[in-house]
């Protein structure tokens, strides 16, 4: 799952904010809508960005 988050995290930042999953996400021809729903979703302090821990959630939600 680390090696997942860090390539998500574009910048390096250790948090994972709407511009680096929407590049990744694209190829899923999801909107900025969709993306910001899926974010939210999983974004348990509502700071806008996944930290690893809501990171795992985002994963775990979304992929498995």
Do not use: P, Q, W
């Not at 904010?17 to 899923?28: A, M, Q, V």
């Not at 979703?41 to 509502?46: E, F, K, R």
């Not at 960005?49 to 498995?64: A, D, N, P, Q, V």
């Amino acid at each position: 799952l680390s090696s997942i988050f860090d390539m998500f995290d574009i910048d390096k930042s250790g948090y994972v904010e709407f511009s680096e999953i929407k590049r990744i996400l694209t190829d899923l021809n999801l909107t900025d809508v969709e993306i910001k729903l899926i974010i939210d979703a999983c974004d348990l302090n509502a700071d806008g960005k996944l930290s690893r821990k809501e990171f795992g959630e985002f994963i775990s939600k979304f992929y498995f």
